[in-house]
T-cell receptor
Framework: GQQLNQSPQSMFIQEGEDVSMNCTSSSIFNTWLWYKQDPGEGPVLLIALYKAGELTSNGRLTAQFGITRKDSFLNISASIPSDVGIYFCAGQRGGGSNYKLTFGKGTLLTVNP | NAGVMQNPRHLVRRRGQEARLRCSPMKGHSHVYWYRQLPEEGLKFMVYLQKENIIDESGMPKERFSAEFPKEGPSILRIQQVVRGDSAAYFC???????????????FGSGTQLSVL
């Protein structure tokens, strides 16, 4: 099936540092989404990207939709302890099947206070 | 709490038993989606339902798994004769209309963690 390659698999950073993670795919997606999942909870949408080249911010989070439509990155600036969690990228292919999100395997972020 | 409600949060079953997972969508949402998350993996699509209709079950295993969304009551994901490999977190999501038309986001519940002994 469709695969999204998400990296890094895990990150351990100090509070206040910036962090970057990315996703790549062998095929095109029409929409890229970034979710955060806390332990024992469902994923919560952070940012949605709809156009190739689009750069979108949500507070300290910034994400970009790659120009080839096959990749996306998420940056978190000035990390804080509550940023801890698993971050997932997800792609939507459109054409009436947007509900079929394809998820990456996640990036586990640990922030040391 | 007007979010997507799933229960139980944790379910333990022995091999061969049946598991029934329930999902109540957000108020006003008529579209329900089930996803499965294996340990250290991303979520994978299983099935999409509207009231009394299965729209897309292409991600659901052909045997032992079934889903319904009756006219009244929650959506049910049913796993018969569970095996250890069924142990996973099962997430339900809902939306007010078809994603492809309105581009609305999916809202996920907190999941049911199924453990098969």
């Amino acid at each position: 099936g469709q695969q999204l390659n998400q990296s890094p698999q895990s990150m351990f950073i100090q509070e206040g540092e910036d962090v970057s993670m990315n996703c790549t795919s062998s095929s095109i997606f029409n929409t890229w989404l970034w979710y955060k999942q806390d332990p024992g909870e469902g994923p919560v949408l952070l940012i949605a990207l709809y156009k190739a080249g689009e750069l979108t911010s949500n507070g300290r989070l910034t994400a970009q939709f790659g120009i080839t439509r096959k990749d996306s990155f998420l940056n978190i600036s000035a990390s804080i302890p509550s940023d801890v969690g698993i971050y997932f990228c997800a792609g939507q292919r459109g054409g009436g099947s947007n509900y079929k999100l394809t998820f990456g395997k996640g990036t586990l972020l640990t922030v040391n206070p | 709490n007007a979010g997507v409600m799933q229960n139980p949060r944790h379910l333990v079953r022995r091999r061969g038993q049946e598991a029934r997972l329930r999902c109540s969508p957000m108020k006003g949402h008529s579209h329900v989606y089930w996803y499965r998350q294996l340990p250290e993996e991303g979520l994978k699509f299983m099935v999409y339902l509207q009231k009394e209709n299965i729209i897309d079950e292409s991600g659901m295993p052909k045997e032992r798994f079934s889903a319904e969304f009756p006219k009244e009551g929650p959506s049910i994901l049913r796993i018969q004769q569970v095996v250890r490999g069924d142990s996973a977190a099962y997430f339900c999501a809902s939306s007010p209309s078809v994603q492809g038309v309105s581009n609305e986001k999916l809202f996920f519940g907190s999941g049911t963690q199924l453990s098969v002994l």
